[in-house]
């Protein structure tokens, strides 16, 4: 079919956006295209030549196409769907109206006929007579069953004929109708799915916008507070365990940190490679947006330690917070992306860069909000490149005697959530190393350009 036809396009194109995006990070850690397709030439890493790719016109050409087949596909689907539903009224109505016509042509017909033959075939009449009665009164399968070799015989051996083919086309448009009945519940089952799809790359909210026919979606928040996460020395870790345990320990991490965001009412924005994003404050306002991202901090880092005393390598986290004015919006114009840009989310991720393994490092900003409720140790001064000297602190832990948001094992009631979805197909296939500030800081203006 010509629907599944446009999923198929999509597919590839996503297949070849997979592929720059293979190329750009295996050219980050020295690996090229041996020309069969896989990456065992060894190289100096080219940093320019994945950045020219991930930010180059057939990225982006590639990147925007990918949602034009999918909209094509609903719409063949939407204009299928009401032809056959047009063209089933069409006949519905033409089979009524022949009923109606063949029931009244067999009553005149009746009347006649016994008012010409009169007594003597008085019997049979009535027979033909109470036939009629019964499919007027919707019982197709009544038959008259006259023999016969004079005029009434012929009479009634044209009159169940003519039901016998009457009540065979019913039945013929019957199951036309519950045929076409299962293929549109099948046709609302891809439709929920392509909702379901579309509500796992934005939030619900923004979805919504866009579905009603909203072009240009974008706001400024005043008072956000973005937390950035990056494991430490990911790209040793790499090299010591395999393609599958390296994605399914990041699947187990990231799994952990999108539920512990949808139960605190966080929207995750991003990863990147081993680096988690997330945003408090967005996008429904919320004065508690600092507080919220400071308890995600301390129960992600209390779940993930937990987590790596089963895993068999040493793990370790670091994880920033900053709070401030950004933006945010839907960019694209098939393939939506919904992301932030401003000042703080660099900083949140320079800070992150500077804090050591296992701790909660956060701006002075962040410190004023939370004063009231937790504890800080002081971590003097860090240069930060573009800001100078910033105050930075470490977070340890809410205060004894104060009201939490989240209690662990228990969900948060809400009137509205953001829909998270853990699935392994959102992690990469490739990863770069955000290990040092310089790496980060070319993660971040990367996220900002696109």
């Not at 720059?20 to 020309?35: S, T």
């Not at 392509?194 to 909203?214: A, H």
């Not at 709070?323 to 991720?349: P, R």
Request: hydrophobic share 40%; proline share 2%; charged share 30%.
């Amino acid at each position: 079919m010509s629907e599944f036809n446009e999923l198929r396009k999509a597919q590839g194109k996503s297949d070849k956006l997979v592929s720059l995006e293979n190329i750009a990070m295996n050219a980050i850690e020295g690996k090229f295209d041996d020309g069969s397709g896989d990456f065992n030439i060894m190289k100096q890493p080219d940093r320019e030549m994945a950045i020219r790719l991930m930010h180059g016109q057939q990225y982006h050409i590639e990147k925007a196409s990918i949602m034009e087949p999918i909209k094509t596909f609903i719409h063949l689907v939407d204009k299928r769907t009401e032809k056959k539903l047009t063209e089933l009224n069409k006949l519905a109505q033409k089979l009524v109206l022949l009923i109606v016509i063949s029931g009244v042509s067999l009553i005149i017909t009746l009347i006649l006929m016994i008012w010409i033959l009169n007594k003597r075939i008085l019997n049979r009449a009535q027979k033909l007579l109470n036939t009629s009665i019964k499919i007027l009164d919707g019982d197709l399968n009544a038959r008259s069953n006259i023999k016969g070799a004079d005029e009434l015989g012929s009479v009634g051996k044209t009159f169940d004929t003519m039901i016998e083919k009457l009540s065979n086309a019913i039945i013929e448009a019957e199951e036309k109708t519950r045929n076409e009945s299962e293929r549109n519940k099948q046709l609302q089952i891809e439709q929920t799915r392509s909702d379901d799809l579309l509500n796992n790359i934005l939030p619900k909210k923004i979805s919504s916008r866009l579905k009603k026919g909203e072009t240009t979606i974008a706001e400024t928040y005043p008072e956000v507070s973005v937390l950035f996460a990056d494991l430490v020395g990911f790209t040793e870790l790499s090299e010591q365990v395999g393609p599958r345990e390296l994605v399914g320990m990041l699947n187990r991490i990231f799994g952990i940190f999108d539920t512990l965001a949808k139960e605190m009412k966080l929207e995750k924005i991003k990863t990147i490679g081993d680096a988690y994003m997330i945003v408090g404050g967005i996008p429904e306002r919320d004065p508690l947006h600092c507080q919220r991202i400071a308890e995600f901090a301390i129960e992600g880092l209390k779940q993930f330690k937990e987590f790596t005393k089963t895993f068999d390598h040493p793990l370790e986290i670091r994880i920033g917070i900053h709070t401030g004015t950004v933006v945010a919006g839907v960019v694209g114009i098939h393939k939506f992306t919904f992301d932030l840009w401003g000042d703080v989310v660099n900083v949140a991720s320079r800070i992150e860069s500077h804090a050591k393994p296992n701790t909660i490092q956060v701006s002075n900003a962040v410190k004023v909000r939370l004063i009231d409720d937790f504890d800080f140790v002081d971590n003097g001064e860090l240069d930060i490149r573009g800001k100078g000297k910033v105050k930075a602190w470490d977070l340890i832990n809410r205060k004894p005697n104060t009201e939490q948001l989240y209690v662990p094992n228990k969900h948060i009631e809400s009137t509205e959530e953001s829909d998270m979805s853990t699935s392994i197909d959102t992690l990469r296939k490739n990863y770069s190393s955000n290990d040092t500030v310089k790496e980060n800081d070319n993660a971040i203006k990367n996220t900002n350009e696109n």
